[in-house]
């Protein structure tokens, strides 16, 4: 079966492929970004919400998961790719389980959490869509959603500010990756309309700055349930 080289099932494709050397890559610390400002950043948005239950959805190989839980938080983490589940589960993620974003947005994610965190894991367009509206079933009362991701007047490069899919690129990394996966570009207009959409109002904002370039590494959003 040919897949649409710009859509969600290409994304989850491609990460099959590259799910041993970025989990390589994780471990040792290869992503200077990451380890200059962008983890720091998420672990510390979460903890700052001082949640008992996090549910950590596009976990990849677990490195976020096994630092909350180090946190004395009871976590679940959740990846589409099974090669990623494993591999948290393998570096102690006590509850690791393989699940698409499709299954969650149909229902099938029977859990509660304080917090649910995506940290780059918002890469498609359906998928996304359909799982930020389920959200709120997933949250408890004053629950929070915490998302990290590219920021759009960063990530946009020379290209329009306008939403839609862009091709991916493993510039950086070794030879041992390939076939990139590409993700759905948002400005962030679209990003706060998505949020407020999917029954989530925004309540902070924060842009981690990379000390190199003095330009935001990322963009943080931290968005609770309305009601």
């Known amino acids: 079966m040919n897949i649409d080289p710009l859509s969600d099932g290409k994304i989850i494709e491609s990460w099959k492929r590259n799910a041993s050397p970025w989990t390589n890559a994780v471990r ?17 948005a979460v903890l700052a919400c001082r949640p008992q239950t996090v549910i950590d ?9 096994l630092a909350l839980q ?12 099974p090669a990623l589940a494993l591999a948290a589960k ?8 393989v699940m698409s974003y499709e299954e969650i947005a149909e229902g099938r994610l029977k859990l509660g959490a304080d917090v649910v965190v995506c940290n780059f894991s918002l890469l498609g367009k359906e998928s996304v869509e359909g ?16 998302v990290q991701t590219l920021h759009p007047l960063i990530s946009c490069g020379d290209l329009p500010y306008v939403d839609g899919w862009r091709t991916g ?7 041992e990756f390939s076939d990139a996966p590409p993700w759905y570009f948002r ?12 029954g989530l109002t925004l309540r902070a904002l924060q842009e981690p700055i ?14 609770h349930r309305i009601g």
């Open 169 to 175: 690129s493993w510039a950086g990394f070794g030879p």
């Open 131 to 146: 799982l930020l509206r389920t959200i709120p079933m997933l949250l408890t009362p004053d629950g929070a959603l915490i």
């Open 90 to 97: 393998q570096a102690g993620v006590i509850d690791s389980r």
């Open 210 to 223: 990379d000390p190199r370039t003095r330009r935001p590494a990322s963009v943080v959003f931290r968005a």
């Open 57 to 65: 959805i596009g976990c990849g190989e677990g490195w976020l998961a």
């Open 28 to 44: 040792v610390g290869e992503i200077e970004s990451r380890r200059l400002v962008t983890d720091r950043a998420i672990l510390d």
């Open 187 to 198: 400005t962030l207009g679209t990003w706060l309309e998505l949020i407020g959409t999917s």
């Open 70 to 81: 180090q946190n004395g938080i009871e976590v679940t983490a959740i990846d589409g790719v």
